[in-house]
């Protein structure tokens, strides 16, 4: 692997004013013909196109991108990073994935900026008092570590919280010291830049129109830039997927919703963890740059949008000064949402379908930043192989058929 | 945030609607002979295009009552609402400014939606 940035390459760039830094990828005009096309250039995409030329050693691999890489919900979520999932099929999905990210940076030689500031799941009620512990056992039993909290000890790591003079009382939290933050932009960037010194091609602003089969069989795509064939495509295309499916004639079990995210003003550290509460549904934690990086639900009804109400954000930040009334004067800086694509059950597809050659890893509603790497590694397992790894087996298509399901609903620390 | 034309009370806020998803999904007639295939369709997919679809909505905060609406995903526009057991105006009806399946311009832009054409 070509070692593009070191201290002395900084110093060196620096006389000239960093002005002659080299081209991260290059931007090429789509050749005829792939042998894999990966159509969607996020975190996901850009990661499979990596491990496919990296693990399984192949060429020939294109990454198509309507837009540019990681303006869709790779550049939209808010950077939450854990693998504490009650089921044990979700828990080795995202432990696989929390293991990859810690060795990430080093193995990109890309800095992802992966704080393991750790991560409070709140309690407010007996019920979630239960379900946490129990959920922290399941978590323990899987080699995750995952333990409860009492008041006391949330207090003294997060001072600003108010936990016991309001409504839904702190009454303890699940507590995961590995899980954290990391720059999501740097992700899709450093998987992108080694990914074209395998040889892939990164073709931005193209959009798949259609993707064609012939005899059962894909056969390329239409896209804004002619048509490109194709032996075997993945979609990762998250809220869109459907949408390319349907084009191919396959209705997957998704629904497209909106999910929004906010920052506030930057101001001084204040929290240094990330805290996530369930029952009065909001999400907060603080960037580098000392803005708060705050989220919740998604809104309510189908949307491609990317806009969302202001009634979901009127809702997120009750919840964000019901525990913390310190930041009842401070002035939300930027709002955004992102697409995402739900699945029935909440869990992600990374899935073969009835078409041969065509492969979709999709459905990873709310939570698919934290999977980033175990999501493209398991993904490019899958299209190398053509038959799924042994973690993303449970994740078929056919689960919706045979009725097994992974219900993370509810089970999964945060409501979906 | 939207205005939804309740068909019973009136033009109100969309916060006191909540939706229902895909609006017309029947239910097979001999739920026993359909294959696990069929009842996996009808039990988990649903409709999810970028541009028009029938929905419906129910006025969780005022009569309560339920009703369909043909409401574009790409813009939030809601062009018509009806009343349960009325027939689905035809989708042809409206007009569509989407360019591609997945309604981008030529040269893709994540925020097209947002952009009135």
Not at chain 1, 114 to 125: K, T
């Given at each position: 692997?070509?070692?593009?940035?070191?201290?002395?390459?900084?110093?060196?760039?620096?006389?000239?004013?960093?002005?002659n830094?080299?081209?991260?990828?290059?931007?090429?005009?789509p050749?005829?013909?792939?042998?894999?096309?990966?159509?969607?250039?996020?975190?996901?995409?850009?990661?499979?196109?990596?491990?496919?030329?990296?693990?399984?050693?192949l060429?020939?691999?294109?990454?198509?991108e309507?837009?540019?890489?990681?303006?869709?919900?790779?550049?939209r979520?808010?950077?939450?990073?854990?693998?504490?999932?009650?089921?044990?099929?979700?828990?080795?999905?995202?432990?696989?994935?929390?293991?990859?990210?810690?060795n990430?940076?080093?193995?990109?030689?890309?800095?992802v900026?992966?704080s393991?500031?750790?991560?409070?799941?709140?309690?407010?009620?007996?019920h979630?008092?239960?379900?946490?512990?129990r959920?922290?056992?399941a978590?323990?039993?899987?080699?995750i570590?995952?333990?409860?909290?009492?008041?006391?000890?949330?207090?003294?790591?997060?001072?600003?919280?108010?936990?016991?003079?309001?409504?839904?009382?702190?009454?303890?939290?699940?507590?995961?010291?590995?899980?954290?933050?990391?720059?999501h932009?740097?992700?899709?960037?450093?998987?992108?830049?080694?990914?074209?010194?395998?040889?892939?091609?990164?073709?931005?602003?193209?959009?798949?129109?259609?993707?064609?089969?012939?005899?059962?069989?894909?056969?390329?795509?239409?896209?804004?830039?002619?048509?490109?064939?194709?032996?075997?495509?993945?979609?990762?295309?998250s809220?869109?997927t459907?949408?390319?499916?349907?084009?191919?004639?396959?209705?997957?079990?998704l629904?497209?919703?909106?999910?929004?995210?906010l920052?506030?003003?930057?101001?001084?550290?204040?929290?240094?963890?990330?805290?996530?509460?369930?029952?009065?549904?909001?999400?907060?934690s603080?960037?580098?740059?000392?803005?708060?990086?705050?989220?919740?639900?998604?809104?309510?009804?189908?949307?491609f949008?990317?806009?969302?109400?202001?009634?979901?954000?009127?809702?997120?930040?009750?919840?964000?000064?019901?525990?913390?009334?310190?930041?009842?004067?401070?002035?939300?800086?930027?709002?955004?949402?992102?697409?995402?694509?739900?699945?029935?059950?909440?869990?992600?597809i990374?899935?073969?379908?009835?078409?041969?050659?065509?492969?979709?890893?999709?459905?990873?509603?709310?939570?698919?930043?934290?999977?980033?790497?175990?999501?493209?590694?398991?993904?490019?397992?899958?299209v190398?192989?053509?038959?799924?790894?042994?973690?993303?087996?449970?994740?078929?298509?056919?689960?919706?058929?045979?009725?097994?399901l992974?219900?993370?609903?509810?089970?999964a620390?945060?409501?979906? | 945030?939207?205005?939804?034309?309740?068909?019973y009370?009136?033009?109100?806020?969309?916060?006191e609607?909540?939706?229902?998803?895909?609006?017309?999904?029947?239910?097979?007639?001999?739920?026993?002979?359909?294959?696990?295939?069929?009842?996996?369709?009808?039990?988990?997919?649903?409709?999810?295009?970028?541009?028009?679809?029938?929905?419906?909505w129910?006025?969780?905060?005022?009569?309560?009552?339920?009703?369909?609406?043909?409401?574009?995903?790409?813009?939030?526009?809601?062009?018509?609402?009806?009343?349960?057991?009325?027939?689905?105006?035809?989708?042809?009806k409206?007009?569509?400014?989407?360019?591609?399946?997945?309604?981008?311009?030529?040269?893709?832009?994540?925020?097209?939606?947002?952009?009135?054409?």
């Amino acid at each position: 692997m070509k070692k593009k940035y070191s201290i002395f390459n900084i110093v060196k760039n620096a006389f000239s004013n960093n002005e002659n830094w080299k081209k991260m990828w290059r931007n090429p005009e789509p050749r005829k013909f792939y042998d894999i096309i990966i159509i969607g250039g996020g975190g996901h995409g850009l990661g499979t196109a990596y491990y496919l030329a990296k693990e399984h050693g192949l060429k020939n691999i294109a990454v198509i991108e309507k837009g540019w890489l990681g303006g869709g919900n790779t550049g939209r979520n808010t950077t939450i990073i854990r693998s504490n999932y009650l089921w044990d099929e979700s828990a080795h999905l995202y432990e696989h994935s929390l293991k990859l990210w810690e060795n990430l940076s080093s193995e990109l030689n890309y800095n992802v900026m992966f704080s393991q500031r750790g991560v409070f799941n709140l309690a407010h009620n007996e019920h979630d008092v239960k379900e946490i512990k129990r959920r922290v056992s399941a978590n323990k039993l899987n080699g995750i570590d995952s333990h409860w909290a009492d008041p006391k000890q949330i207090k003294k790591l997060v001072p600003i919280m108010n936990i016991e003079n309001c409504r839904y009382p702190v009454l303890g939290a699940s507590y995961q010291p590995r899980a954290g933050t990391a720059r999501h932009d740097a992700v899709a960037w450093g998987y992108a830049m080694r990914a074209d010194e395998f040889g892939v091609d990164i073709i931005q602003n193209c959009e798949v129109k259609k993707i064609r089969t012939k005899n059962g069989k894909v056969y390329g795509v239409e896209t804004t830039k002619g048509i490109i064939r194709a032996k075997r495509i993945g979609v990762v295309a998250s809220g869109h997927t459907s949408v390319l499916a349907e084009t191919a004639g396959i209705k997957l079990p998704l629904q497209s919703k909106t999910l929004q995210a906010l920052v506030s003003e930057p101001i001084k550290p204040v929290i240094n963890t990330v805290v996530m509460s369930n029952a009065v549904h909001a999400y907060v934690s603080q960037s580098d740059k000392g803005e708060l990086v705050i989220g919740a639900g998604t809104d309510g009804y189908n949307s491609f949008t990317q806009r969302g109400g202001y009634n979901t954000i009127e809702d997120t930040l009750r919840a964000i000064i019901e525990l913390y009334p310190i930041f009842g004067k401070m002035k939300m800086l930027r709002q955004w949402g992102g697409i995402v694509d739900i699945c029935p059950d909440a869990s992600p597809i990374i899935s073969k379908c009835e078409i041969e050659g065509l492969y979709f890893n999709c459905g990873w509603g709310t939570g698919g930043f934290k999977a980033t790497p175990g999501s493209a590694n398991l993904f490019a397992h899958t299209v190398a192989k053509d038959e799924p790894h042994s973690i993303n087996a449970p994740f078929s298509l056919e689960r919706f058929v045979s009725g097994k399901l992974v219900d993370e609903h509810g089970a999964a620390a945060v409501a979906h | 945030m939207l205005l939804i034309n309740c068909p019973y009370c009136g033009e109100r806020d969309q916060i006191e609607f909540t939706n229902g998803g895909e609006a017309h999904v029947a239910r097979p007639k001999n739920p026993d002979q359909v294959s696990d295939r069929e009842w996996s369709e009808y039990v988990f997919v649903r409709a999810n295009p970028k541009g028009i679809y029938y929905e419906r909505w129910v006025h969780t905060h005022g009569c309560k009552k339920w009703f369909n609406a043909v409401r574009n995903t790409s813009t939030d526009e809601i062009l018509k609402v009806y009343k349960i057991g009325d027939p689905p105006p035809p989708i042809k009806k409206f007009k569509n400014t989407l360019k591609s399946p997945s309604g981008e311009p030529d040269v893709g832009s994540g925020n097209f939606a947002v952009k009135k054409t």
